[in-house]
C-alpha cells in the first residue's frame, strides 16, 4: 500500500535522510527506530508533504497509486487526513488554542467534503472512540482545559476520522506521562490501520509492531520481523541499541553506544555508524548495502 | 466573563478617579491665579479678593476639587476663567473631530499594516518580504508631523489636489469635509500603519512556526489555508495590545497634526487654552485625553479575553 523507494532528504547541500526504501502492507505495522537525530522524523514529514521550509525530499514515494514525493501542495494536501495522518510527538502544542475541541475535529471531516451538522455529530462519535470521557462536553472544551493525555487522544481522533488506511505515529506517546502512554498505546495498537510508529523506545515498539525499520545516520541500517531483529541483531547499530535498553542488574553500569549521534552532514563516509562501532575495520570505509529479504542488514561484520 | 467585565469596570471607574486626582493637583500646583490674570498687572487686591470670590479659587482645594469632579459626573467641565464661556460644549465640539481624526487615522494603519505584514511574513525568505520590511522601518523613523508637513508639500503645494489645512463641518460638505480629512488621516496613518506593519510581520512570523499550522496542514489544508484559519486570529492577540498602545499614541500624536493642518479638534483647544492660560480649559481638555486613554485600556483588555480563552 505504501511503497518507499530511494527516499532521500537534503537541506540545502546536506543529506539528512539517504536512499531509504521500505514498504508498508494493509494493515502492517511498522516500527521506525532510532537515536535523536537518526532522520526518523523527517522520513515521516515528508511522506505527508510536510517538511520545513528549506528541507526538501527527493526519491519515490507512493501511497497507492498516488505519488507523496515530488508533487505540489496542491495534490498531496487532498491526501493528507483523508488516506494518511499523523500523530506528532508533542500534544501540548498541536491544537490551536483559540478554537473548541470538538471544532477541530469537525475540521478534518469537512475539509474533506463531509456537511458541517454531520461532522459535528460524528467529531463527538470519535472523542468517545479514543475513550476520552464525557465525549459531548470535551468537544466544547478548550484545548488548554485538557491534559496532555486526553489532547494526544484527540490528536489521534482528528487522525482516525476520515479512516485512512495508513496512520503514522512520531513519538506519540514520548511526552506523555508513563501511566498514560501504555493506555495510549494500547489504544493505538488497537484502532490503528496500517501504521508507521516512529519511537526510540525499544519496549514500545515491541508492543504494537509486527516489523521494524532501524535508522541510522539517515539510513535504514536494519530491517525485518520485530522478533527476529530483537532476539537476533545483525548490525552493530541495533546489537547496540538492544544491549542499551535490556534491563540490569542493580549496580553494574548500563552498556551504552560510545560516543554520540554526530550532527547531519558530520557523519562519516562509508559505514555511518563505523566511527562509533567496536567491530570496524579499513573495509568500513566503504558503504555496505542494505541486504537480505525478511531480515535486512547494512553492516561488513554483522552479528550472528 | 460578566464577573471579569464588572471587575475590569471597576478597576477603570477607580482609575479615572485617580486620573482625575492627579490632574486637579497638577493643575494646582502651576503658578499663576486665575483671578490676577483676569485682571491684569494693575487690578487692586480687593478687586481680585472679590474674583476669587467669585471664581471660587479661594477655598479650600479639596473643596475645589470635589466642586470640579462633581461637575465632570454631570458633564459639566465648568466656566472658562479667561472667556466665560462653558467649557463642557466645547470640549464636546472638538472631541468628535478628534475621535474622527484617531479612527480614521488608525483604520488607515490596520488597513496598511495587516495585508502588508501579512504579506512580508509569508514572503519572509524572499526580496518583496524585504523590501516591505525596509520600507516600514523608514516609516517608523517618520514622525507623524514631519510625514505631515511632506504631504502638505506633495499633494497640496505641488499637486494642488487637497487643501493644505482648515476643515469643513460633515454637516455642511460631506465631500469637502473628506477632503479636508485626507491629508491629516495619512499623516497619522502612514506612520502608525508602518509601525503596526513590523508587528504585524512578527506576530504572524511566530505563528507561522506553531505546531498547530502543522497540525491544520497535516489535516489536509494547504500551508495558506491554514495560516487564513487558524494563524490570523491567533497573531491578531499581540496586535491588539499595540493597537491598543498605538491609539493612545495617536490621541496625543493628534495634538501635533491638528496643529499643522489648522483642524479643530481637542489638540487645537488644548495648545490654545495653554496660550491663553486658560486653566480651567486645559485642566478639562487634560482629563479628557486621559479618560480616553484609560478606555481605550478597557477595550484593549475586554478585546484580549473575547479573543482568548485561556484568559477566561
Redesign the interface.
Known sequence: MLKVDGLTVRADSVELVHDVSFAIGPGERVGLIGESGSGKSLTALSL?G?LP?GVAASGMARLGDRDLVGVP??RI??????KM??V?Q?PM???????RVGAQVA??MT??GKPRHEARARAVELLERVRLPEPAQIARA?P?QLSGGQRQRV?LA?ALANEPGLLICDEPTTALDVTVQKQMLELIAEVAPALLFITHDLAVVASVCERVLVMYGGRVVESGPIREVFTRPRHRYTEGLLAASKLTPRGTRLPAISGSVPPAGRFPGGCVFRNRCPQATPACETAPELTGDAHAFACWHPAD | MTLYLVKRLAVLLASTAVAAVVVFAFMALLPGDPAEIALGVNATPEAVAELRRQFGTDRAPVAQFLDWAGGLLQGDFGTSYVTSAPIGPQIGDRLGVTAVLVLGGMILAVVIAVPLGTFAAVHHRNALGAVISAASQLGIAIPAFLAGILLVFVFAVQAQALPSGGYVPISENPAEWLRSLLLPWLSLGLVQGAVLTRYVRSAVLDVMREDYLRTARAKGRGSTGALWRHGLRNASIPVVTVLGLQLATLLIGAVVVERVFVVPGLGDLLLNGVAQRDLLLVQGVVMVLVAAVLLINFVVDVAYHLLDPRLR
Open positions: 505527508m510536510l521550509e501542495e496542491s494536501k487532498e491526501l493528507r487526513g483523508r495522518s499523523m506528532f508533542e502544542t498541536a491544537l490551536n488554542p483559540l478554537m475540521e478534518v475539509l474533506h478548550y488548554h490528536m482528528i
